[in-house]
C-alpha cells in the first residue's frame, strides 16, 4: 500500500479524531483505508458553501496508517490531505486551526463527524 503521504509528497495538512455513523446512524456499512469522502465544515450549507476534496488515510492506535482491506473502526483518527493545492492557501489556511469541526461527505450525506486535533504541515505543504 501507498500512503498518501508518498503518493502526494508531502505529510499530512492536519490530524483529526473522528466518528464514523454507524448504518443506524445513515453511515456506511464498512469503511475501508483510502475512502474517498469529501469534506464539509460544520456550519457550511453545501448547497451555498460547497464540499472540499480533503481525503482521509485512517490510522491505527499506533499512528500509523492501517492497511488497506482492514475494515476502520467507527471512531479514532485519520490524517488529512487536501487534494485541491491552490485551495490550500486560499480557504483551509484560514480555517483550519486544532478545534475546527467538520464531516465526512458522500455527496450530500453526512458519513462522519470529526475536530481538527493538530496541524502538521497545512502552512508549509506546497500549493501547486
Do not use: W
Not at 18 to 26: I, R, T, V
Amino acid at each position: 500500500m501507498r500512503t498518501y503521504e508518498e503518493l502526494k509528497g508531502h505529510p499530512a495538512d492536519f490530524i483529526v479524531s473522528y466518528h464514523l455513523y454507524a448504518p443506524s446512524e445513515g453511515g456506511r456499512k464498512v469503511t475501508f483505508q483510502h475512502l474517498r469522502c469529501d469534506f464539509s465544515y460544520d456550519g457550511y450549507d453545501i448547497a451555498t458553501d460547497g464540499i472540499f476534496m480533503i481525503y482521509p488515510e485512517f490510522l491505527g492506535k499506533d499512528g500509523q496508517p492501517i492497511k488497506e482491506g482492514i475494515p476502520v473502526c467507527l471512531d479514532g483518527r485519520a490524517s488529512m490531505f487536501i487534494l485541491s493545492p491552490e485551495m490550500r492557501a486560499s480557504v483551509h489556511q484560514g480555517r483550519i486551526k486544532i478545534g475546527t469541526r467538520g464531516y465526512f461527505m458522500e455527496g450530500g450525506r453526512k458519513v462522519g463527524s470529526l475536530e481538527v486535533v493538530q496541524v502538521v504541515d497545512l502552512h508549509v505543504n506546497p500549493i501547486s
